[in-house]
């Protein structure tokens, strides 16, 4: 079962405008970390942040998160057409995180 | 340092035949974790292994399987493939939570 749902399914942008994720979950969790994916490749990696952090911060990317909504968000600032991907959000469940849970994943558009 | 490296990358097989993916992880990581990526499910996880013990399992049949070796290598073999089982399937290696992910192996089963 998919824990994390992004929200939205798709986004379209200029460039230079701000993109705004948001993925929610059902259960507690360890952490939860964002990836991208271009075109079907592998997953890239983006940030990771834990169940006792609110806010994180790297480069032109801002997540938040709240434990009380179950909810996360990823902000991409200054977007560029190479931003261009999908996004998704992954959640840890279990006593040691054992449980990865993807989201659906979000398709974000930077046009030129 | 080198990252994860998935072998092959893209595979065509029949239905009915079996096949065995291969996935090395970053030096000094003993988890590995294997993901089938389709259009309409998403990215879902198979299994992770670590230190070659099976910690835990996805839903999937059993016709998915996998192991460890002593290196840390994995290799996850699908038997009886059925048209479906066409994905993606990427596998990461783990060290504190954070997972890096291989490029994938493309599965085309016809």
């Known amino acids: 079962s998919q824990q994390g749902e992004e929200d939205p399914q798709a986004l379209s942008i200029q460039e230079g405008e701000n993109a705004t994720m948001n993925c929610s979950y059902k259960t507690s969790i360890n952490n939860l970390q964002w990836y991208r994916q271009n075109s079907g490749r592998g997953l890239v990696h983006l940030i990771l942040?834990?169940?006792?952090?609110r806010e994180k911060h790297s480069g032109r990317l801002r997540v938040t998160l709240d434990t009380s909504k179950k909810s996360s968000s990823l902000l991409i600032t200054a977007s560029r057409a190479a931003d261009t991907a999908s996004y998704f959000c992954?959640?840890?469940?279990?006593?040691?995180?054992?449980?990865?849970?993807f989201g659906p994943g979000t398709r974000l558009s930077v046009l030129p | 340092k080198a990252g994860v490296t998935q072998t092959p990358r893209y595979l065509i097989k029949t239905r009915g035949q079996q096949v065995t993916l291969s996935c090395s992880p970053i030096?000094?990581?003993?988890?590995v974790s294997w993901y089938q990526q389709t259009p309409g499910q998403g990215l879902q996880f198979l299994f992770e292994?670590?230190?070659?013990?099976?910690?835990n399992k996805g839903n999937f049949p059993g016709r998915f399987s996998g192991r460890q070796f002593s290196n840390s290598r994995s290799e996850m073999n699908v038997s009886t493939l059925e048209l479906g089982d066409s994905a993606l399937y990427l596998c990461?290696?783990?060290?504190?939570?954070?997972?890096?992910f291989g490029p994938g192996t493309r599965l085309t089963v016809t």
């Open positions: 992954a959640t840890d469940e279990g006593s040691y995180g054992q449980n990865f849970v």
């Open positions: 942040i834990r169940s006792n952090e």
């Open positions: 030096s000094g990581h003993r988890s």
């Open positions: 292994y670590f230190s070659e013990t099976q910690r």
């Open positions: 990461a290696s783990s060290l504190d939570g954070y997972r890096t």
